[in-house]
């Protein structure tokens, strides 16, 4: 079996490293692959870095450029790309590489097998309807969305609630969609590098955009201060809200208690410190950073939304809180962080459900199966 992934790449995201992660297990089961990397021109800043991450860990990759989703000469180029390699079948990521392909099937080659890796949809859809996705108005973009699905040839989801979202809000049709949870490798985490400034130190780490919901985590803040006062928010990543939360953190007076730390790559060191992870987002696919918290054995509080409630177990390893209800939320933090005893039970069994449920060993089998049984 031979498998040519394809995706646009304009910077490293969840879905640029999946697919990373996925040619690397692929290479150990001894099954040829290779990446069709679509760039658009003008973006050289945004795609060398993950030239580097190929080249680092030795995989094999051909560039197309891609300066419109609906060209017709990376279309050709993916096809003969395909014909040459021969290649089995097509691992497409993302709208830009779907549509890529399914012109390469429609115009230059129809023999091509496509099998569509779902990571998401739209983010304006995902802010406008988070919690109701059968609201969704049957708009040019789900048209076209079903329309792309009606070429391709097998598509999976990267969780259960995912698939759930689409099917709701009708991107594709009830039960064609199949699932295979991500699952990941997990580092190990030197508890000399930690990096704690509070004996009771929170963390949360995402992009700086409203989807995240960052505006309810200082909220959260600002009630947990109420009742513990030698405590610290730190918050690493970048966005477009990086000024309206520093006011807002103002405003509340938490100067003291939150912290911006913009982006870092240490994360595992401010893990090793950390007493809980919070999520607020309002929706997720299959939240990396939760289960890189409970592979460190770190308790998970979130709001009961799509991606976070298919990875903590209520009370088991985490607290699942009904959106959006921030003081439900600083009550569950305010518990945790006074009851040693019942974090470390959490700690424990967030472990083991990290490196059982959602390892890549797992992962690997599942995608394995799906491809061959896309080929019969």
Not at 24 to 43: M, P, Q
Not at 78 to 92: C, H, Q, V
Not at 242 to 271: A, M, T, W
Not at 360 to 374: A, D, G, H, P
């Amino acid at each position: 079996m031979k498998i040519l992934f394809a995706c646009h790449i304009a910077g490293i995201g969840g879905a640029e490293r999946h697919i990373i992660r996925l040619m690397n297990g692929l290479k150990d089961a001894g099954i040829h692959c290779e990446l069709a990397f679509f760039y658009k021109h003008s973006n050289q800043s945004g795609y060398q870095k993950y030239i580097d991450l190929l080249e680092k860990d030795g995989l094999t990759y051909r560039m197309i450029e891609q300066n419109s989703p609906f060209s017709i000469k990376a279309a050709r180029s993916l096809a003969k790309f395909y014909r040459e390699g021969a290649f089995d079948l097509i691992n497409t990521h993302l709208i830009h590489a779907d549509t890529a392909a399914v012109l390469a099937k429609k115009l230059f080659q129809k023999s091509i097998k496509i099998v569509s890796a779902k990571h998401g949809i739209s983010e304006k859809v995902y802010l406008k309807y988070p919690l109701n996705p059968e609201r969704v108005p049957d708009n040019l973009y789900k048209r076209y969305f079903r329309w792309l699905e009606n070429n391709i040839d097998c598509s999976y989801a990267c969780s259960f609630g995912l698939k759930k979202y689409m099917e709701q809000a009708r991107f594709v049709r009830q039960n064609t969609l199949k699932v295979v949870q991500h699952g990941y490798e997990y580092p190990e985490i030197n508890a000399a590098n930690k990096i704690e400034r509070s004996d009771n130190q929170l963390l949360m780490v995402g992009r700086l955009e409203e989807i995240k919901g960052y505006n309810y985590a200082i909220e959260i803040a600002s009630v947990v201060k109420n009742s513990i006062l030698d405590f610290e928010l730190i918050i690493l990543g970048e966005g477009g809200l990086r000024h309206d939360l520093e006011q807002e953190i103002k405003g509340l007076n938490l100067e003291q208690h939150v912290s911006l730390e913009g982006y870092k790559k240490n994360i595992f060191d401010y893990l090793a410190g950390s007493k809980l992870l919070m999520c607020t987002s309002l929706i997720e696919g299959l939240p990396l950073m939760l289960l890189e918290a409970f592979n460190a054995g770190v308790p998970v509080i979130a709001f009961d939304v799509q991606g976070c409630n298919e990875i903590i177990e209520e009370g088991k390893n985490g607290h699942l809180i009904g959106p959006f209800n921030t003081d439900e939320f600083a009550n569950k933090v305010i518990d945790l962080l006074q009851h040693e005893n019942k974090r470390k039970a959490f700690s424990e069994s967030a472990v083991k459900r990290a490196n059982t449920q959602f390892s890549k060993s797992r992962m690997m089998e599942e995608t394995i199966t799906l491809f061959r049984q896309c080929l019969i």
